[in-house]
């Protein structure tokens, strides 16, 4: 199974430097990609490589910690979306905190413009020597079957506790939660 991401809609709002992200942002994923997915099991929340999955083993530092809601919807497609979707997230997270750094998972879960983003973004907390440390629930995670080899996923995500961190220094940039990048911004 592969999901495929459009670089517009990649997730909440953008975590810089040196502010959080949003209370709470929205995504939209019009270009899942679902293949093979109605064979065997429901896909299980968090594969990896020792489960014979074939998949990259994803670790995220003990400080960083992503709560995924939603994840069962008894459909078993659907559900191997949203195991997907979860393990693309964490898998970029883990080349920004440098626990995946040859990028193997962020990989694994992109191609095409979805992998060039993801790329970059990761990029850029290197360029500013910079990682993410807290906690970031995703919510209202539903997929939308569109047909038989694509899916619409959609999700929010709480990233009010989720903060950006020196490398160097180990300071933690925390801002106002607001409900907007704007707004933040705008400070």
């Known amino acids: 199974m592969v999901i495929r991401r459009r670089p517009g809609v990649l997730a909440a709002p953008a975590l810089t430097a040196t502010s959080v992200l949003a209370l709470s942002g929205c995504a939209a994923d019009d270009s899942a990609s679902v293949e093979d997915a109605d064979e ?3 896909t299980p929340p968090r594969p990896s490589a020792s ?19 939603d994840g069962r919807t008894g459909d078993r ?7 997907d979707n979860a393990e693309r997230m964490r898998a970029v997270d883990a080349a920004i905190a440098g626990t995946d750094r040859g990028g ?15 790329t ?9 020597d ?8 995703y919510f209202d995670r539903k997929v939308t079957l ?10 929010c995500a709480d990233e009010s506790k989720g903060f950006s961190k020196d490398r160097t220094t180990g300071e933690i940039a925390k801002t106002p939660v607001t409900r907007s990048p704007r707004e933040a911004a705008a400070r």
């Open 130 to 137: 910079a990682t993410v440390t807290g906690e970031v629930r």
């Open 120 to 128: 970059s973004w990761v990029a850029r907390f290197e360029e500013a």
């Open 51 to 69: 489960s014979g999955t074939g998949r990259p083993e994803i670790d995220l530092p003990s400080d960083l910690k992503l709560i995924f809601e």
């Open 77 to 83: 497609v659907k559900d191997a979306v949203l195991a």
């Open 104 to 118: 193997e998972a962020v990989g694994f879960y992109n191609t095409g413009k979805a992998l060039e983003a993801a």
């Open 146 to 155: 569109k047909e038989k080899s694509s899916a619409l996923l959609t999700f």
């Open 40 to 42: 065997g099991t429901a």
